[in-house]
């Protein structure tokens, strides 16, 4: 087995009126987001978004701002840091159910639109573009880094999806039964995705769509992520409420981490650290987030969230 530690120490670049770094959660079962101080555990503010259903949560790249998608409706929160308010709120029209969410380094942003199997792409003054992906389910998506390539999880296509975010074409592959958890390398070479139908994740090449490998994990695979140093992929297993860690170069399993170890957790979003150091799990059925230490695999604490908090982002 690989040694797979890491070692690098916790950093973040400082905000102005911002002491320490804030983890957000979306709070599906309440309509909020919480804001919890990252140093002492604490959650300082609790506000409501406009709509239904918040799930995930995209910061801007300053780091001022962050957007919230309101999957039970058709728009998207931005939300001021500072003021823990909502300073916009962006109608999508048609396009409905919106969910996955990434707002990009040129203030572009861009999310799934599962109600009509649609990505939307809202240009930095918030002008909305619909692409029509035409696969049910459209649930997840990622960029690649140059920002000009999108990748969408369509759960109840059974695919993966590639769309040129110039022109709009798009590609499609299979991906296994219900494929939800999507993450592409660093270097933008794989996209990674977990099928929570039939338990197992799949590499495909980014600019191809060839499958690379098949790898099983554990049950219910509904979130992915891939370490920011590119060495990891980690799977949230919901239904053993656990962690498959894969080394990204060798494709194995290299360890199991049992978070809560029981699907009553309701264990869904993960997300890295900036340094790889922390790995944080929303558990929807407990409304809390564990915070686990990369290196030894040990739940360090669990931070009270509102209820069934799914989304998470950090604020440095």
Do not use: C
């Not at 389910?137 to 993966?160: C, I, K, Q, R, S």
């Not at 990891?232 to 290299?254: E, P, Y």
Request: hydrophobic share 40%; net charge negative.
């Amino acid at each position: 087995m690989k040694h797979w530690l890491i070692g690098a120490t916790l950093s973040f670049l400082a905000i102005p009126a911002l002491a320490n770094p804030l983890l957000l959660v979306g709070n599906k079962g309440e309509n909020s987001v919480s804001f919890i101080d990252l140093e002492t555990g604490e959650e300082l503010a609790r506000p409501e978004v406009s709509g239904r259903a918040p799930h995930e949560i995209a910061p801007s790249p300053d780091g001022s701002q962050f957007a919230v998608v309101n999957y039970g409706d058709n728009d998207i929160d931005i939300f001021d840091v500072e003021t823990r308010t909502i300073v916009q709120t962006i109608d999508l029209g048609d396009d409905t159910r919106p969910h996955g969410l990434k707002w990009l380094a040129d203030n572009r942003i861009i999310a799934t639109t599962e109600g009509n199997q649609s990505i939307v792409l809202l240009s930095p003054d918030r002008t909305v573009r619909s692409i029509k992906t035409n696969q049910r389910g459209t649930h997840m998506v990622v960029v690649d880094p140059a920002g000009e390539t999108a990748f969408t999880a369509n759960m109840g296509a059974g695919t993966l999806s590639r769309i040129d975010l110039t022109d709009g074409a798009i590609v499609s592959a299979a991906a296994g039964v219900e494929p939800e958890g999507i993450d592409i390398t660093p270097d933008g070479s794989e996209v990674w995705v977990s099928s929570r139908g039939d338990n197992h994740v799949r590499i495909y090449d980014a600019d191809s769509l060839e499958l690379k490998a098949t790898i099983e994990v554990g049950l219910f695979p509904l979130r992915l992520v891939i370490s920011p140093d590119g060495q990891f992929a980690v799977t949230s297993n919901l239904a053993d409420g656990g962690l498959s860690l894969i080394d990204v170069s060798s494709r194995d399993v290299v360890r199991t981490i049992p978070v809560s170890g029981s699907q009553n957790a309701g264990q869904v979003t993960l997300l890295f650290s900036a340094d790889g150091s922390r790995l944080y799990a929303a558990e929807t059925g407990t409304d809390t987030v564990a915070e686990i230490d990369f290196r030894s695999g040990e739940v360090l604490r669990r931070l009270s969230a509102g209820q069934q908090g799914d989304g998470l982002a950090i604020i440095p």
